[in-house]
């Protein structure tokens, strides 16, 4: 009976956080055979070295483990084919490999149902993994000379994607087959230009695009009325967002970056939005369609330079948390005085901002951000925000009297003047 190596025994008891098992005995050293540790191993997610990765002895006796994750940062020219004999594998990590660039050896792994081959930044050939078609989590983040991700049509059973970080890549047509994914993020694709590809995913909940610098039409979005949380952020190229108009559950969405976006009415109809990212929008001059968003508990408006009214917000009840920092052109925040739930509100940097006697009603507030409001002067309606536990004066025009009157009001608030 096959007796398990040394130095993989060492990782299996490490790992297995146990002090022995069945057949090991410390003192004499006596080695536990495969059949009393299959149980156990089967469960096991079993590390491998850079000593181990290279020892075909090793390796070969590992044909009954499931899970493998290889550690082999300092190994120059690494060759993976050893583990084209783990047939049983079903997890492979191999994101501790970044010199890895033949991976030609997993073509016979088919039962692997995930694979995390990331930050491998000079990998080009990813052809062995169409015959992986069990595999339901692909990661290839960090792989940026990777320019197409056509043998990926054929997995139609995953679930979760990661292309991230994958500057060269130009053509996703290939995912138009991925019908089953739920979890696709394609952030920091900087060359990506078409994503008509993805209106076939229609089961799909979470979507990050954030990044795709070159991105010009979200159009094939309209379709994945499934989508809970999309992520735009810096697709600054874009300026047509009325494709999201569809998209009815979602509940967390980001457009910031958008720096040329004029146009957001097609949110109004998102009704079941809790989180929402506006942040650096500085063409922003009108949200009125924010008026509808009535479930909102977190929203970011801050670097909205030329916004001037925020009487829309007067609706969002459910608010939180509210950013309004840097918007510059802000005169009047009156609207905010029903925002009853707000517990953190920031306006820093609202250098027009002489008002602020609508916050008198906030009483949940227990971070309020007033830096660099440079024209305020008084702070009067601030006294009764006794749950405050932080509040910062620092750049405004308020007195030193007035400054002495606040810390005596609110006793317990970290006040920075």
């Known amino acids: 009976m096959p007796i398990l190596p040394e130095e993989l025994l060492i990782n299996v008891i490490s790992h297995a956080g146990i002090g022995g098992l069945k057949g090991y005995n410390r003192t004499i050293a006596v080695w536990p055979t495969l059949e009393n540790i299959y149980p156990l191993l089967n469960i096991l997610k079993v590390w491998l070295g850079s000593d181990e990765i290279g020892n075909t002895n090793i390796v070969n006796k590992l044909s009954f483990v499931r899970n493998v994750s290889v550690n082999c940062r300092q190994i120059i020219n690494l060759d993976a084919s050893a583990l084209s004999n783990l047939t049983n594998l079903t997890s492979l990590d191999l994101s501790g490999c970044p010199s890895l660039l033949d991976i030609s050896a997993l073509s016979n792994l088919t039962n692997l149902t995930s694979l995390d081959l990331s930050g491998r930044p000079s990998l080009l050939d990813i052809s062995a993994l169409s015959n992986l078609t069990n595999l339901t989590s692909l990661r290839l983040s960090g792989c940026g000379s990777l320019p197409s991700v056509s043998a990926l049509s054929n997995l139609t059973n995953l679930t979760s994607l990661d292309l991230s970080g994958c500057p060269s890549l130009l053509d996703v047509s290939a995912l138009h087959s991925l019908t089953t994914l739920t979890t696709l993020r394609l952030s920091m694709c900087p060359s990506l230009l078409d994503i008509s590809a993805l209106s076939n995913l229609t089961n799909i909940t979470s979507l990050d695009l954030s990044g795709c610098t070159s991105l010009l039409d979200v159009s094939a979005l309209s379709n994945l009325t499934t989508l809970t949380s999309l992520d735009l952020y810096d697709c600054h190229s874009l300026l047509d967002v009325s494709a999201l108009r569809c998209l009815t559950n979602l509940t967390s969405l980001d457009l910031s970056g958008h720096t040329s976006l004029l146009d957001i009415s097609a949110l109004s109809n998102l009704t079941t939005l809790t989180s929402l990212d506006l942040y650096e929008c500085p063409s922003l001059l009108d949200i009125s369609a924010l008026r509808c968003l009535t479930n909102l508990t977190s929203l970011d408006l801050s670097w909205c330079t030329s916004l001037l009214d925020v009487s829309a917000l007067s609706n969002l009840t459910t608010l939180t948390s509210l950013d309004l920092y840097e918007c510059t052109s802000?005169?009047?925040?009156?609207?905010?005085?029903?925002?009853?739930?707000?517990?953190?509100?920031?306006?820093?940097?609202?250098?027009?901002?002489?008002?602020?006697?609508?916050?008198?009603?906030l009483t949940n507030l227990t971070s309020l951000n007033l830096y660099g409001c440079r024209s305020l002067t008084d702070i009067s309606a601030l006294s009764n925000l006794t749950n405050l536990t932080r509040l910062v004066l620092s750049y405004t025009a308020v007195s030193q009297p007035d400054i002495d009157q606040i810390r005596l009001d609110l006793p317990d608030t970290d006040i920075r003047h």
């Open 330 to 361: 802000l005169l009047d925040v009156s609207a905010l005085s029903n925002l009853t739930n707000l517990t953190s509100l920031d306006l820093s940097w609202c250098p027009s901002l002489l008002d602020v006697s609508a916050l008198h009603s």
